[in-house]
């Protein structure tokens, strides 16, 4: 059984807790290395103090768990069944009949909750298991950090294909379709979210996605996109230059490359959350584009593109060894343009050091 695992049924021990359910299907792949997006059917992983843990899920899903490396049971239920039913037999076969349970409050929905309270309805769930799981996957190992890396040289793959695919006239979407090809040809059938190509004043929108703008000479394209390596994923982004771009827009990326520089420097054992957002963000206002960077300078990752912590103002968290969260400063002027620069880092002993390695200087391109 996996070492996570163990300490997850530890944890349950020391606190009183009968059974953890886990809904998560990141965190049940982080604990069973098996991964399925169930839509609307059920997909759980329940755990237990002292007895072996089991899967339930969709029957079609049961021989993939199996699949996966899972050594223990798979439960599975048929569409017609009730699954909350099922599940409650083989809960009360295992251990009884638990009373105090531990949930992904931050995951599971009220209709799912009511669900299983309909099956055991002198339970009490006063544990919210997403704070547990913030913290269990807080510090990487080894061998986590080297699929990261591995994540990471993969998205620096995709850039490559990214800067080729620029042409006069092609969409942005039409760019996308070429990463997403090119990074399945190389096997990677999955990206870690949905790949973004912005050009110019789309840019300036930065939860906005590809559209069908044909890219024009001169102006800033940003890109934005990561892979899953063995659960893992990469995410960063890079803005390059078609053409010769008007001052403005370079000027704001010289601001923004400064800020990511200064922070990834400042990036070490010791330093809090917010003070290394501080460094970024004080960087981008003393040049006047305070108002333009709006979000925090970074998040969690490691199973998912945004875990625990946040790097921003108001957090203390001291930042410590095997610590991995984005450095992604932005800059977005409406109208004009945007420019975010971001690697994904882990912290070391004396610093920090990325999981992508594609150059940050303004690329330009023909």
């Not at 309909?118 to 298991?129: G, V, Y």
């Not at 004080?282 to 584009?289: L, M, P, Q, S, V």
């Not at 095997?322 to 800059?331: A, D, L, R, V």
Request: hydrophobic share 40%; proline share 5%; glycine share 8%.
């Amino acid at each position: 059984m996996k070492k996570q695992l163990i300490e997850l049924q530890k944890y349950l021990s020391e606190n009183g807790y009968d059974a953890a359910y886990v809904s998560n299907p990141t965190d049940i792949n982080y604990f069973t290395g098996f991964y399925s997006e169930p839509e609307e059917r059920i997909l759980a992983l329940l755990v237990f103090p002292d007895n072996d843990p089991f899967i339930f899920a969709p029957q079609l899903e049961v021989e993939a768990a199996k699949k996966a490396g899972w050594d223990k049971d798979v439960f599975g239920y048929l569409d017609h069944e009730n699954p909350f039913e099922l599940m409650a037999g083989h809960i009360k076969d295992a251990v009884g009949t638990p009373s105090n349970w531990s949930i992904e409050k931050d995951d599971l929905s009220v209709d799912k909750l009511e669900s299983i309270k309909s099956q055991f309805p002198n339970a009490k769930f006063p544990d919210n298991l997403s704070r547990y799981m913030e913290n269990a996957k807080l510090i990487k190992t080894d061998e986590e950090i080297e699929k990261l890396k591995a994540a990471g040289a993969e998205a620096d793959y995709a850039f490559e294909v990214a800067f080729k695919a620029i042409k006069e006239g092609r969409t942005e979407q039409e760019i996308v379709a070429e990463i997403e090809y090119a990074m399945m040809k190389k096997g990677v059938m999955h990206m870690s979210f949905d790949t973004i190509v912005q050009a110019g004043a789309n840019a300036a929108n930065p939860h906005g996605g590809p559209e069908k703008n044909p890219i024009i000479p001169n102006e800033l394209v940003l890109f934005d996109l990561g892979t899953i390596h063995d659960g893992y994923i990469s995410d960063a982004s890079r803005t390059v230059a078609f053409g010769k771009p008007d001052d403005k827009s370079l000027d704001i990326y010289k601001v923004d490359l400064e800020a990511n520089l200064a922070a990834m420097d400042a990036a070490k054992p010791g330093i809090t959350a917010a003070e290394l957002d501080k460094v970024a963000r004080d960087i981008i206002t003393k040049a006047g584009y305070g108002e333009y960077f709006i979000h925090r300078l970074g998040h969690g990752m490691g199973t998912s593109e945004h875990e625990f912590p946040s790097i921003m103002e108001g957090n203390a968290m001291v930042l410590k060894p095997g610590m991995c969260f984005s450095i992604e400063p932005g800059i977005y002027i409406p109208h004009v343009a945007g420019v975010r620069i971001e690697d994904c880092v882990y912290i070391t002993e004396d610093g920090c050091e990325p999981f992508t390695h594609t150059s940050k200087e303004l690329t330009y391109i023909d």
